[in-house]
């Protein structure tokens, strides 16, 4: 029975997928991944290129997803897509999406699961977990994100600090995940909130890549030069 699948391929690194994600991978008559402009490429296909086996004329399809806040346009991208997607499985094709971490964390394949759900409720539709960047950033920077009743809080993309002043002072460690423009108004806000200077700070961007920088130090010794722009980047801070 053709299928749908999710695919969480991690942050960057082709050797941190799941044996069942190589799987599903290989087994896929269409490879579907996301993009955020026609001429941009597509971060999670990158990571997966070395797997694709030419041999089987597997069809890609890279799917646009814009970088907008514009619900409206979402909304209509979501829904293309979403249709894209169903009328291959309902071809009798076996069809993965392919997002980068993993399917259930701030990714595009959550608005299409939801699309395809409500408009096929039968379409035998699965997904398959990835590794995430805030795990793959703890374990080359050597640092625990939560131990006991440690409270921990993630912030996606740092459009809007006013309400993350309130959450810092109720949380142990802050993880804060893409869009490195932000940061500097980030290290300022924590010290607001009562983040001690010898608080861990460590900073990652392009994790998994021959471009990956990791920086760990503490937060007094912080520094413009520290701090990264990049789009795809991490960014945790620990009280100790």
Request: with cysteine; proline share 5%; glycine share 6%.
């Amino acid at each position: 029975m053709p299928e749908l699948i999710g695919i969480g391929v991690g942050p960057g690194d082709p050797e941190l997928l799941t044996v069942k994600a190589v799987n599903a991978i290989h087994n896929a008559d269409v490879i579907m991944c996301p993009a955020s402009k026609e001429d941009r490429p597509s971060i999670a296909l990158s990571v997966v290129s070395s797997l694709i086996e030419k041999s089987k004329n597997q069809e890609i399809i890279r799917l646009i997803f814009p970088m907008t806040k514009d619900k409206e346009l979402l909304e209509a991208a979501w829904k293309k897509n979403a249709y894209i997607m169903a009328e291959k499985v309902l071809e009798g094709k076996n069809v993965v999406y392919l997002t980068v971490g993993d399917p259930y964390l701030y990714s595009t394949w959550m608005y299409m699961h939801k699309e395809i759900k409500r408009n096929h409720p039968a379409m035998k539709i699965s997904a398959i977990p990835g590794i995430v960047s805030i795990f793959t950033f703890a374990s080359k920077v050597g640092i625990s994100i939560a131990e006991g009743a440690e409270k921990v809080s993630i912030i996606p993309s740092c459009y809007d600090l006013s309400t993350v002043k309130e959450i810092a002072k109720n949380s142990e460690t802050m993880v804060f995940l893409k869009d490195g423009r932000y940061f500097d108004q980030v290290v300022d806000l924590l010290k607001e909130s009562g983040f001690p200077d010898n608080s861990v700070f460590a900073i990652g961007q392009d994790l998994g890549t021959e471009n990956e920088i990791i920086r760990k130090l503490t937060l007094g010794e912080v520094t413009d030069g520290t701090l990264t722009t990049k789009y795809f980047s991490i960014l945790v801070v620990k009280r100790v």
